[in-house]
């Protein structure tokens, strides 16, 4: 599994602007090959996270060349005044996962 | 769902070294009750994630109060000269999920 997040710092008092166009936005990563979930996390300090999981690195980077992507970014303008600074992207990989059922991955 | 996310800088070198105390560390997650996810991520410059997802808050903070907590935490001296400082704890609501079957949390 891999892991994109990308980190938002929100302007003071514009925390649940900023959600709602999260919640309006329309979203296409159900049709996108290898996607397996995405979550937008809030802090309590006006820090948001949005957080994608993938089967694998190339599921992500196909989807970042789609046109789903595209389509999906171009709703961006909804942004100015929101955002206090560029957001920070941070990828990862899952070296072990477990569940209430077991380990998923990483297992020995 | 309430994910913490504790952040961990490693000692450069060390990075596997890090990832086999994981692997090999007895977890007793999956018998605690409202526990939804864990993930260790790993980044490439040496960042690790340990990214716990919950039911609800509620959840998590049973769980820090728990025995099984407390015998997780009891194997921590292995970490000695691998982790390059205090790892960092951060909190978060879920205020959106959503999975390739739809959107789970935080739908209009």
Do not use: C
């Not at 709703?75 to 941070?90: D, K, S, T, V």
């Not at 990862?92 to 020995?108: N, S």
């Amino acid at each position: 599994m891999f892991v994109a997040m990308n980190v938002f710092q929100i302007v003071s008092g514009k925390e649940d602007e900023f959600e709602r166009i999260w919640r309006e936005r329309e979203t296409h990563l159900h049709e996108v090959p290898g996607f397996v979930q995405f979550a937008l996390l809030r802090a309590e300090d006006g820090e948001f996270i949005s957080h994608t999981a993938w089967q694998d690195r190339a599921a992500f980077v196909a989807w970042t060349e789609s046109e789903q992507f595209g389509r999906g970014h171009r709703q961006g303008g909804a942004m100015e005044g929101i955002l206090a600074g560029h957001p920070q992207l941070r990828t990862y990989e899952a070296v072990i996962v477990d569940t209430p059922a077991g380990r998923t991955v990483g297992a020995l």
